[in-house]
């Protein structure tokens, strides 16, 4: 009697894990369940790109700032000013910027796009 009462107890509860198991596999295949697995991965991998993006800006942000200081020792921009050497060229550039010759603008020839006017 021990004997039988072992094999139905087991047999009941490898049928309620089979089937608690089969139930959980189709839940995760409806549609609902399958579309809203495929938007929480969309999201992930997008926060994940756009970490990976950010550090990449910020790197070339850095790059970019301590070659434009390298630059800038090589060439003498932004070092102290010594009073033998004549001003660097573009802050004479943006000095002749307010000259009156650029303050009323620039006259470029205007054409007219009419074509009834060549007849």
Avoid: C
């Avoid at 070339?60 to 004549?86: F, K, Q, S, Y």
Wanted: hydrophobic share 35%; no cysteine.
């Amino acid at each position: 009697m021990f004997r039988r009462t072992f094999w139905f107890s087991t047999g009941v509860a490898a049928g309620v894990w089979a089937t608690t198991k089969v139930n959980r596999k189709l839940r995760q295949l409806t549609p609902e369940s399958v579309a809203a697995t495929a938007a929480n991965k969309a999201l992930q991998t997008g926060h994940r790109i756009k970490d990976r993006a950010v550090g990449f800006a910020l790197d070339v942000r850095d790059n970019m700032a301590r070659r434009e200081a390298e630059l800038g020792e090589a060439l003498g921009i932004g070092a102290p000013v010594d009073p033998e050497l004549p001003s660097p060229r573009r802050l004479a550039a943006i000095e002749n910027h307010n000259s009156p010759k650029y303050v009323e603008g620039p006259t470029y020839p205007t054409y007219s796009y009419n074509r009834n006017e060549d007849h």
